[in-house]
């Protein structure tokens, strides 16, 4: 009696389980992750002998209309069939450490959703699975790490103007999240696994009703990835006309996001935004956090700094900033400049040192810009720099394949300095290891002095991997903040002929295994630059690294300007040289005139735009008689001058 209630009992949960219905959702979601288990290890389907998007295409109406458990895993079943026999394997497994599976949990197979008849069936496409060269992924050294010769484009289409249907953009994102499903060395650091990202997602793909709304649902899918390569490689010619906004760059400080250059008089460097178009700069975060890609809340702000100010072309603009000495004020004008413009590519925390390759500082502290320096530089460079007791590398930039080099000249040794792990093409979800390393052993030039790495959150992939080759070097010290965490090369594609697609496709660890994706490079000393060093004009990054290499600076930032001032020259009397500083509070244009007692021009010193903060000139009257001379300043309508004596 008691073994019948039992079996009544199994026939009634079967029964229910049969009956039970599955959310549209979930039916995709499961679609998703079945498809793609097949199309990369199913022998038929990953030698491109079976046309599997166009399975996909078919299944998908009858998936849509499976509402049952049992009808939905019918038509999973009907698909699976139609990829053909599996070939029976005529070799061993071989066998992977496993630290180098990454990605091969398929610890779904056993959700309720699925039958087991269906489950088994996958089980014997994974068992009988063996390492094989694979049609829809190739291993590309020469540019995309990876490739993908079935998907790219993937949809033939441009979806501003044919828009897809529903079986075709689901297709489009089911490939997309099945590649980084299968060949993403970094799934395992995501702050939400890249398979929740595909549940939440992958009903907004099937109910996009226009090209917006699809990039949209792709955007939300993508940021899931947490990655700013990513971010980088997101476009859509639909937008292509909506990066038009003000002629600033912002970047972020402890008062929040700081205008760090202007070509707008209205607005002055250190000014604080505060709003965009009457949406707060908090609000506008929450709003764009979710389109945007990024491993670290550094590199998220580099990218807002941005994004928060672009719209369509000479769209309105409305403004609210802070200044330190007027309070809360509006601007109102036009997105009338290309933030994408070479103007705000050439920011540099620097000015003064925004164009050299390398030079000597005050103090005898040598200084590469690694964003100047090329592959020929690099022997002149270590010759002038060889006996200094510091160099000075700034990576706050985009370096141009000169960190070997320069780790062969200096290193006292052979050091490993980098492991990678390389996504093997034949075998999904496992990595290879490579490791390697600089420099040389016996060096006889080798460097004996303090090396310092300058960073920030402009230091990206192969600048982070430049940081890496000089941490190498004995007793270096990193000075900045943390960078973009984006280190190992790019695998890019398209997923239709106008939206294009990428990510970080190799792992970049430390030589000790400690990871780099996410959290970049980690400063030893972290200076931020703060309001008063902006509108000062001030490079607290550099300064810091000055201090460290024994060379005496200011210990604070002078006070904000609030008002223009033109000190006394220095040395004066002077003979033949002397220096005027001066500052204005705010951006604008510049004229410094040194005229005789009578006023007639003698010379310009200046003539010309200048940021809001301290300035210095310096002049030579080396050919001019002896005498009292004026100079005067014109800046913000207002006119300051001094009386100085040049003596010979």
Known sequence: MRTLTVLIACLLLSTALQAQSVSYQ????????????????????????????????NTLPDIKAAESRDDFNDVLLAMYHLAGPMELPTSEMPQVPEEFILNRDVDWLQDTALRDDLRDSLQVVLDH????????????????????????????????EDFPDEPDRLLCMFTYWNIL?????????????????????????????????FYDSYRHMASGLDDAHVNGRI?????????????????????????LKSDVPEISVGDVLRSVDGT???QLEEQLRPLMSS??????????CTRMLMGGYYMPIEAVLENPDRGEYTYTGTRNYAMTSSWHADYYPCDSLADVHWTVLDGGIGYVHMGNLVTDDVPAMYRDLRDLPAIIFDVRNYPRGTADEIADAMLPYELDFVRFLLPNVTYPGTYIELALSAGNDGNPNAYNGKVIILCNENTQSHAEYSCM????????????SQTAGADGNISYWNLTQDISAGYTSLGVYWPDGGNTQRIGIVPDSVVIPSQRDIIAGRDAVLEKAL???????????????????????????????????????????????????LGRHVETLLDERRQAGAHMVTWDAGTLPSGSYRYALEADGQTLSRIMLFTK
């Not at 039916?27 to 793609?36: I, M, N, P, S």
């Not at 499903?181 to 099937?206: C, K, M, Q, Y």
């Not at 809340?297 to 807002?304: M, N, P, Y």
Request: aromatic content about 12%; some cysteine.
């Open 280 to 282: 707060s700069v908090a």
């Open 295 to 304: 491993g670290n809340e550094s590199v998220f702000r580099r990218d807002f």
């Open 235 to 259: 476009s859509w010619s639909g937008h292509a006309y909506e990066v038009y906004g003000l002629k600033i760059i912002l970047g972020w400080t402890s008062e929040g996001y700081t205008v």
């Open 26 to 57: 979930d039916r995709l979601y499961y679609t998703c992750k079945v498809w793609g288990l097949l199309k990369y290890h199913h022998s038929e389907v990953s030698q491109c002998r079976v046309d599997w998007d166009e399975v996909l295409r």
């Open 129 to 160: 699975f063996r390492p094989h060269a694979i049609c829809h992924v190739k291993e590309n050294r020469m540019g995309s790490w990876l490739s993908f010769p079935t998907d790219n484009p993937h949809l033939n289409v441009t979806v501003s």
């Open 181 to 213: 499903a299968w060949f993403n060395p970094n799934a395992g650091i995501l702050d939400v696994p890249w398979d929740s990202t595909l549940h939440r997602t992958i009903l907004e793909v099937a109910e996009a009703d226009d090209a917006e709304a």
């Open 547 to 597: 201090a460290i290499a024994g060379v005496t600076v200011a210990a604070e930032a002078p006070p904000l300007a609030r008002d223009m001032t033109l000190e006394q020259n220095f040395p004066n009397p002077f003979n033949p040289a002397t220096s005027i500083r001066f500052s204005i509070p705010h951006a604008g244009h510049v004229r410094l005139v040194v005229t005789d007692l």
């Open 469 to 480: 080759y000089l941490r190498a070097m004995p007793g270096s010290v990193i000075v900045g």
